[in-house]
């Protein structure tokens, strides 16, 4: 080999060596940013847990909430149906009364018609 070939296969050999060097330094910070990027998942699995765990949280708050809901409207539904039954057994004994004061009423106008007061 002459001294030529030598000298361009010395410059072949340095932008060789170069280019290693770019490419190992493309590498280190290809490696920085997986890093950065395994961190980033970290963070994102831990913040899915929190979540989740918030979320069932919530869910079984809010059933404990709907079936007290549920247990309120039941005794509001119950007091409903008592206090119709009482304004029911008002109204008949109020029908009662009433006939029975009609009654009297009528007995003693009739008294009155027939000859005056029996005192």
């Known amino acids: ?25 493309v590498d280190r910070r290809l490696d920085a940013m997986d890093r950065r990027f395994d961190a980033m998942d970290q963070r994102f699995d831990a913040m ?32 409903h149906r ?7 057994e008002f109204r008949a004994w109020t029908e009662t009364a009433v006939g029975k004061l009609d009654q009297r009423v009528m007995r003693l106008e009739s008294r009155g018609r027939r000859g005056g007061s029996r005192r």
């Open 82 to 88: 008592s206090l119709g039954g009482q304004l029911h």
């Open 48 to 79: 899915d847990r929190k979540i989740d765990e918030k979320f069932e949280e919530s869910k079984r708050y809010f059933g404990v909430l709907a079936e007290r809901l549920e247990s309120m409207v039941g005794l509001i539904a119950e007091g």
């Open 1 to 25: 080999m002459d001294r030529e070939t030598t000298e361009r296969f010395d410059v072949i050999d340095q932008r060789f060596g170069a280019v290693d060097r770019r490419f190992d330094e």
